[in-house]
């Protein structure tokens, strides 16, 4: 079946276009765009792909291609193809659930606050669109409260001076619109001031309130100047407990993503320098790469929000990053400018965008699950056929005279597990040779599984050697004299002793700084296995030392660690003055330590 869709894909043009990928039953399962069709298509059917990937050509029985006069009419197609066929392998964002907005028609005498879906253009005024819909009544209740606006079922001017007022207005929080001294353009008054509001302008509104605050009392109308004092101070806190009703129609978005053990999509808003609001959308890992990902999300996202913004920062460069802006532009019917930012404040938004989408994926997510997803990417990263559960790694430790010793620690589905470590002591090695140290010692522990010690049982997944391609080639040198085949990889440091690659025996590097989860990982094992090894080596060291600072009398085991603690060596002790002894421990045993060393020197 590979073969017929790779000769029928060989034939296409070099053109822009669609591809619509069908499974047995004829259904449409995954739509992308191409710059050149033939290049794209054949690629799917030729060569190893992701699992993702690889489970949907699976399933694929034929295709249809549709081409386009440029990549903007491509793009279009897609888009509007992906909306009508919803398939299966495309990134399908919930376009159910709507961002709902509030609407005010102004040409009513008593205009009200409603929540609606849609905006047409019907000659009323829309606020929006916001996250959702209990956050919106929320926005609405708020600002009523501010302004002392009703939110019962009497209808007016119909029911003024019916019945008394209700209890919100005993309680302070309506002004009694149903008395009969109440007009109506007091009431068109708060409601303007309540479109201000949800405008972003409520400094504007302030500033106003106050003028005619002070007005009001410099004619010594203390009533109404107190009213209004009350009022501002209402919309002052509004202001500051919800930023997000500076809505909508946002000069900025600030896109993010990552992939995770879940893939989230992260869209902020920003109004006059303030975050107005978050929109998440959690979803499985998407076919395509990250670029390609978030312009695919980007264009569904905005057909659901029903509006753009000014400016959109996305966190990377898309192929198609000019098609997506005119699209855009087209789409709201206004200019739209979308840009990757490399610094300053509007870098800082991207960055806050991703750190959301980081913490999104970490809160929805158990450590398990992110464990797991980290190790499949090191499989597909490092092509190992079997999936990488337990993981051992090497390295070797040369101080001073006192030999030469290894660690090898071990990591099971991503975590340490201590109780299978295990340290060796370099034999027949006069002076450091990392090489035939590694292959000592990577040979010296499968030697024991071959002989059936079950402490060194199982074998691993994946051998990591702290190094570059001529230790990793040693350990599988080491482990084919047994007959045996360990996957196995270097751990190669950067200019500051940090891990930067893993590379293969045959010198393939393996880049995994731009997996933060992999190049963490990695990086973790590295430092773990290092620490291992000069412990065991300072161990060694301190045995070593012992023995000879226990002869002295008054030096306990304390006292010895503290001072190999301080001169790292008995040379150094034996050449240190009273004066340096004493700084570290007390007199009488500094005096024993000086005598005792000057006492062997004068033997000698």
Same mark, same amino acid.
């Given at each position: ?57 699976e ?17 279009? +197609? ?38 609606t ?16 819909r ?55 008054t ?23 605050m ?29 930023? %997000? ?46 670029? !390609? ?6 264009r ?24 997506l ?23 800082? +938004? ?41 993981? !051992?790694?090497?390295?070797?430790s040369?101080? &001073? ?27 027949g +090695? ?21 002989d &059936? ?22 350990? %599988? ?6 007959g +045996? ?19 293969s ?39 070593a030392?012992?023995?000879t ?8 085991k ?5 001072l ?35 006492g ?5």
């Amino acid at each position: 079946m590979l073969d017929t869709l790779l000769e029928k894909a060989n034939n296409l043009p070099l053109l822009p276009g669609v591809y619509i990928m069908l499974d047995e039953k004829g259904e449409v399962i995954y739509v992308g765009k191409a710059k050149k069709l033939k290049n794209r298509v054949t690629s799917y059917f030729r060569g190893e792909h992701l699992p993702k990937v690889a489970a949907m050509v699976e399933k694929v029985r034929d295709f249809n291609v549709i081409v386009a006069g440029s990549e903007f009419e491509a793009l279009v +197609l897609e888009n509007s193809l992906i909306k009508r066929h919803k398939p299966h392998y495309n990134i399908l964002l919930k376009d159910d659930k709507g961002y709902p907005f509030i609407r005010i028609d102004r040409k009513s005498a008593y205009p009200v606050m409603t929540v609606t879906r849609t905006a047409p253009k019907d000659g009323a005024s829309y606020y929006g669109p916001f996250g959702g819909r209990y956050q919106t009544r929320e926005i609405i209740d708020v600002i009523r409260n501010a302004l002392l606006l009703p939110d019962c079922t009497r209808k007016f001017p119909r029911d003024i001076g019916k019945e008394r007022p209700c209890l919100k207005y005993q309680m302070g929080s309506c002004a009694g619109w149903c008395l009969p001294d109440m007009t109506e353009g007091d009431y068109r008054t708060r409601m303007d001031q309540a479109a201000l509001i949800l405008e972003g302008k409520s400094d504007e509104l302030i500033a106003s309130l106050k003028e005619k605050m002070e007005a009001a009392a410099e004619e010594l109308r203390f009533e109404q100047a107190a009213a209004l004092r009350d009022r501002i101070r209402a919309i002052e806190g509004l202001t500051r407990r919800q930023r %997000v009703i500076s809505t909508a129609f946002s000069d900025t978005d600030a896109i993010g993503f990552c992939r995770g053990a879940k893939s989230c999509f992260v869209v902020l808003h920003f109004r006059g320098g303030d975050m107005s609001g978050k929109d998440t959308e959690m979803i499985d890992e998407p076919l395509e790469d990250d670029a !390609e990902a978030i312009s695919n999300l980007v264009r569904q996202y905005y057909a659901v929000r029903g509006t753009v913004p000014k400016s959109i920062l996305l966190p990377m460069e898309c192929d198609d990053m000019q098609e997506l802006e005119t699209f855009l532009s087209e789409s709201s019917g206004r200019r739209t400018i979308i840009e990757v930012p490399k610094r300053g404040e509007r870098m800082r +938004l991207i960055e806050s965008a991703a750190l959301n989408a980081r913490e999104e994926i970490l809160r929805r997510t158990t450590q398990a699950q992110r464990r797991s997803k980290t190790l499949e990417w090191l499989q597909k990263a490092l092509g190992l056929e079997h999936f990488p559960s337990r993981i !051992e790694a090497f390295d070797i430790s040369n101080l &001073g005279s006192t030999g030469i010793v290894a660690a090898m620690t071990v990591h099971v589905d991503g975590k340490p597990l201590k109780r299978d470590y295990r340290k060796f002591r370099i034999r027949g +090695l006069d002076a450091p040779d990392d090489y035939a140290s590694m292959y000592q010692v990577v040979y010296r522990r499968l030697k024991h599984y071959v002989d &059936g010690d079950e402490k060194f049982a199982p074998l691993p997944d994946l051998f990591l050697i702290d190094g570059g391609d001529k230790h990793a080639a040693t350990a %599988v040198r080491a482990a084919a004299d047994l007959g +045996l085949t360990i996957p196995t990889f270097g751990m190669v440091k950067d200019d500051r002793h940090r891990t930067r690659a893993l590379i293969s025996p045959e010198g393939n590097e393996i880049g995994i700084v731009g997996n933060q989860a992999v190049f963490s990982l990695v990086g973790n094992i590295q430092e773990e296995t290092h620490r291992s090894a000069i412990e065991y080596q300072r161990s060694l060291r301190s045995e070593a030392y012992g023995s000879t600072l226990e002869k002295i009398p008054g030096v306990g085991k304390k006292r010895r660690e503290e001072l190999i603690g301080r001169f790292k060596s008995i040379k150094a002790i034996r050449e240190a003055s009273l004066e340096e002894l004493c700084a570290v421990v007390p007199k009488n045993t500094a005096a024993a330590v000086w005598n005792y060393f000057r006492g062997k020197e004068e033997k000698e």
